[in-house]
Every structure is written in C-alpha cells, then in structure tokens.
C-alpha cells in the first residue's frame, strides 16, 4: 500500500491498528546502461513487494541523494550532505509525530549513508521511536548470491542492471575494475569510468537478478518485524 495513494483518514484509520512504515529514499544519478533512478526503483520496488505480504505501507519515494562525485554526468541531481540530513530527519519526525513508531529505510543510494549515522541523534531524543536502515546491495544475503554465481559487485554493473532498468545498448562481457584510493573531483571520475560502471559483469540472468530480488525481499520481511 502506498501512503501517497491514500486520503489523510485513511491514514488515520491504519493508524488505529499499525505504526509500521517503509521509508524509500535513493537517488537520480548515472548508472551507465542503467536508468538514472535504479537507486529509487530498486528500493521501491522491493518496499511494494514486502507491503503486499505484509500490508505495510510505504511512503512516496525520496528521489534525490548525495552523488556530488557524478555531477559531471548529465541528469544526476545532487542534494548536498546536510540538505539530506535534514530532509530525512524531517521526514521521520514528521512520521514520528503522527504515530508511527517502527520506520525501516529501504535505502538504494550509498551516497545517502550519512543520515544513517545522523539518525542516531534522533533516536537519542524518540527514545521510543524503531528505526531501521536496509542498504539492499551491502546484505550479506545478496553477497551469497553474487558469491554463488562467481560474480563482483560494483557500482551501475549486472546487480543493479534488473531487466525493467535496462536502455538499449548495454554491452555483454566485463569491465575492468574502477578502484581509487583518493577522494576525486566528478570530472576526474567520469575521465577515468568512460561508461559510468565501475566494473565487474554489465549484466546478468534474469533466474540471478530474480534471486538478488528475492534475497533483498526476504531481509526486508524480517527487518519489519522490528525484533
């Protein structure tokens, strides 16, 4: 169920019964032969999938994040770090004060990690407030299956390519690995990515993205048990 779907007593009636809530935050950034909004789709659509077995809502998606490192990249749109930790603390105070009490963010952006740390000041002062954060692509879970398939995860490669974020053109093969010591300017990463991946295989299966998919949906169905 999507809370933006729904009126203002609808709400209030889910209220009566259930404080849970998804929280869907990510980012419009270049991801090669990717949509530019993977990091929201992707959290999206995994948020979607757990509510209908469990009749979660989930909150219209926050679509921007921090990707200042690709903002050489025609269409990525960049907050800066303290915009979004205000905007994401806005956000669960804003949840917080209706009554919801258990919030997991399915995050899809690791440029976003920053409020993770900062939401342990909010939780100092809503001592009663359950908060989760679930970065999808880091679960040990979805690392079992790259490990199974002999695959190497990288930024924009096949774990993020699911067939419904494809453009045409993705070529098949791999990529030789991106992995800088150094803090780069974005017009020194885009030289050096050329495509915007990072590395490792463009794409994969649809039976392996299905299994990625089905591994991140499981660690969100037990993350929402809040135990």
Known sequence: MNLGEMNWMEVEQYLKTEDRVMVV??????????????????PLKLAEAASVQTGVLVTPPLNFGCSSYFIDFPGTISLRVETLLKVIEDIIRSLYHQGFRRILIVNGHGGNDPAKVSLGEVVNDLRDLKLGWYNWWKSPSVGAVAAA???????????????????????????????????LPSNVVREA????????????SSEIMDEVFNAALQDILNLLKFE
Do not use: C
Not at 25 to 42: F, N, P, R, S, W
Not at 193 to 204: C, F, H, N, P, R
């Open 193 to 204: 990515l050329q495509d915007g991946v990072y590395g490792g295989a463009y794409k994969a």
């Open 25 to 42: 935050i990510g980012a419009t950034e270049q991801h090669g032969y990717i949509e530019l909004d993977a990091d929201v789709k992707i």
């Open 149 to 183: 398939h002999n695959l190497t995860t990288f930024h924009a490669s096949w774990m993020e390519a699911f067939p419904f974020l494809r453009t045409p053109g993705m070529p098949d093969g791999e990529k030789q690995p991106f992995e800088p010591d150094l803090i």
